[in-house]
């Protein structure tokens, strides 16, 4: 059974950092395209980045060269590095994994058939 629980949110001021983790369980994290998403009440969640099964990673043009996917293969987790946080970022992110191709190519939620349950990140002014 695939599993993911992300935990790392929390509060901090702009300009600050966060680093978020999803730890997997039940299927082997690098053969899966693994993503961040984030949400905020009353708007569609949208793609913060994809980490392709080989590899590769892809952002949201709003935190590229801020933000960082990487995974640690041997602790079968995700990590969301989050550096120069705005109050534009506050949301609650969520990770996601999915074997697909289309998961890589499209990165949309629907692409994704596994997810954890969200953390809180608040960023304050």
């Known amino acids: 059974q695939v599993q993911l629980v992300e935990s790392g949110g929390g509060s901090v001021q702009t300009g600050g950092s966060l680093i978020l983790s999803c730890q997997a369980s039940?299927?082997?994290?690098?053969?899966?395209?693994s993503a961040w998403f984030r949400q905020i009440p009353g708007k569609e969640r949208e793609g913060v980045g994809v980490?392709?099964?080989?590899?590769?990673?892809k952002y949201q043009d709003s935190v590229k060269g801020r933000f960082t996917i990487s995974r640690d293969n041997a602790k079968n987790t995700l990590f969301l590095q989050m550096n120069s946080l705005e109050p534009e970022d506050t949301a609650t992110y969520y990770c996601?994994?999915?074997?697909?191709?289309?998961?890589?190519?499209?990165?949309?939620?629907?692409?994704?058939?596994?997810w954890g349950q969200g953390t809180q990140v608040t960023v304050s002014s």
């Open positions: 996601a994994a999915d074997p697909s191709l289309t998961s890589w190519t499209n990165g949309r939620p629907i692409d994704f058939r596994y």
């Open positions: 039940g299927y082997p994290i690098s053969n899966y395209n």
């Open positions: 980490i392709g099964r080989f590899g590769g990673t």
